[in-house]
C-alpha cells in the first residue's frame, strides 16, 4: 500500500540556517505529494503540493521538487525563521482519496 | 476565505460512553475524510466518504465508528463505546472533486476518555 517516510526529528536549527526534512514515498501509480505544517496547539495547513513528477511547490519560501525517480519530495528552506517552528508532514494521496502522512518532523529554529 | 469548522473543540467523555464529532466542510467539496492524531503520533486516516458512502477505511475503523452526513451540511464521525486508547484529536477534512486531491483540514477536536 501506500506510504510516506520521512526524516526523523527533532531538528534544531538557528535562525537563518538551511533546512532540508527528507521525505520519501510507496506508492502505486501517480500520486500527489503534499507538505503540511502543524503549528503548536493548531490544526494542519497545507504548505505546499506538486501533482506531478518535476513539479515544484513553493509557499513562505519553502519549496520540494516531486522526484519520480528517487520516489522523493524533500522539503527545504534557505533561511529558517523562529516562526518556522513548527511539525513538518509529508503526505501523499492517489486517486483513492485518502491521504497518507509520514510521522512528522518537529522543526525548533533559535533565535 | 472558506473552511472546514469542526465541534466542539474539546470533548472530555467517560469511558463506555459514546461520543459524536461534528463537522461542517467546505460548502462544495464532495470527499469527505476524518483523521485522528495521537499525542505526540503521526496522524492517522480512518475514514473517506462520498456520495454518501463510505469509500474507504482503515484498519482503525472498526465496528465502533460510523460516519454520517445526515443532512447535507454536517459530517458527523460516532464513536460508540469509547475507551481509554480514543483519547486522540480528531480532524475532519473536505476535498472538492479534481484530480489534485487537495484536502482542506479543520482545526480538529481534542478527545479526552477518562
Known amino acids: 500500500g501506500n506510504s510516506v517516510t520521512q526524516m526523523e526529528g527533532p531538528v534544531t536549527l538557528s535562525e537563518e540556517a538551511f533546512l532540508t526534512i527528507n521525505c520519501t514515498y510507496t506508492?502505486?501509480?501517480?500520486?500527489?505529494l503534499f507538505w503540511y505544517v502543524q503549528y503548536p496547539g493548531e490544526g494542519l495547513q497545507l504548505l505546499l503540493k506538486a501533482t506531478k513528477a518535476d513539479d515544484k511547490g513553493s509557499n513562505k519560501g519553502f519549496e520540494a521538487t516531486y522526484r519520480k525517480e528517487t520516489t522523493s519530495f524533500h522539503l527545504e528552506k534557505g533561511s529558517v525563521q523562529v516562526s518556522d517552528s513548527a511539525v513538518y508532514f509529508c503526505a501523499l494521496s492517489d486517486r483513492r482519496n485518502d491521504m497518507r502522512f509520514g510521522a512528522g518532523t518537529r522543526l525548533t529554529v533559535k533565535p | 476565505e472558506p473552511e472546514v469548522t469542526q465541534t466542539p473543540s474539546h470533548q472530555v467523555t467517560q469511558m463506555g460512553q459514546e461520543v459524536i464529532l461534528r463537522c461542517v466542510p467546505i460548502?462544495?467539496?464532495?470527499?469527505f475524510y476524518w483523521y485522528r492524531q495521537i499525542l505526540g503520533q503521526k496522524v492517522e486516516f480512518l475514514v473517506s466518504f462520498y456520495n454518501n458512502e463510505i469509500s474507504e477505511k482503515s484498519e482503525i475503523f472498526d465496528d465502533q465508528f460510523s460516519v454520517e452526513r445526515p443532512d447535507g451540511s454536517n459530517f458527523t464521525l460516532k464513536i460508540r463505546s469509547t475507551k481509554l486508547e480514543d483519547s486522540a484529536m480528531y480532524f475532519c477534512?473536505?476535498?472538492?472533486?479534481?484530480?489534485?486531491?487537495?484536502?482542506?483540514f479543520g482545526p480538529g477536536t481534542r478527545l479526552t476518555v477518562l
Open positions: 477534512a473536505s476535498s472538492a472533486e479534481d484530480l489534485y486531491n487537495e484536502q482542506f
Open positions: 460548502s462544495n467539496h464532495l470527499y
Open positions: 506508492a502505486t501509480g501517480y500520486p500527489s
